[in-house]
């Protein structure tokens, strides 16, 4: 279980969060849902320690962190941003493996294993070696969840995970999440579309911008 108290956050006087809390369980497709800036994205990058949180107390697998002008540094979120953000220059092998190996210190022989098993479950064993122009969306979609399965993160974070694809892939993303979700997986989805979320949520939280 993911619970969160009393966030709060603010761009210079901008307050985009004010006390917020949520919780949601293990194995559950958290939707958060709003139309453009009430902070949806926000919220996803200071559960993967991307932007700092300015106060908040994080509560997760019965471990309590009281957060005040810092990130959340636990690395529980892989975040499967949007429109994918591959690494055009690197194949779908090297977009996986290069963070782990760099920024991680995970061993290149353990970091190329992992990354084919993660490929092999997403049907894309025929793709190592292809560059992401030449993949399809869908395709593109499946390497950045396959790279943000890398950190083995207990949590999956998609940012608009729809908003590059059309409405037959739209549906795809819909079922890789539900497949996801009984393979045990715990899922947050940030989207503005209530039809997607409506789809895919077992929760959904709404999030809309402040005067
Ligand atoms: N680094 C930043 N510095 C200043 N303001 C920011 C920064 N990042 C986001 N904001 C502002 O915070 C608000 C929330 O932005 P955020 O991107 O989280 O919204 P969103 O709900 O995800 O919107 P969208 O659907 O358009 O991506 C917006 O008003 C945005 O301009």
Known sequence: MLEIKNLTKKFGDKIIFDQF?????????????????????????????????????IIFNNESYDLKNESFDKNILGFVFQDFQLFPHKTVLENLTLSPIYTQKMNKIKAIDKAREALERLDLSDFENAYPYSLSGGQKQRVALARAMMIDPEIIGYDEPTSALDTELRDQVADMIIENKMLGMTQIVVTHDPIFAEKIADQILKVNPRD
């Not at 369980?25 to 200071?46: A, Q």
């Open 21 to 57: 809390n949520f919780t949601f369980n293990d194995n559950e497709v958290l939707v958060i849902l709003g139309p453009s800036g009430g902070g949806k994205t926000t919220l996803l990058r200071m559960l993967a320690g991307l932007e700092k949180i300015d106060e908040a107390t």
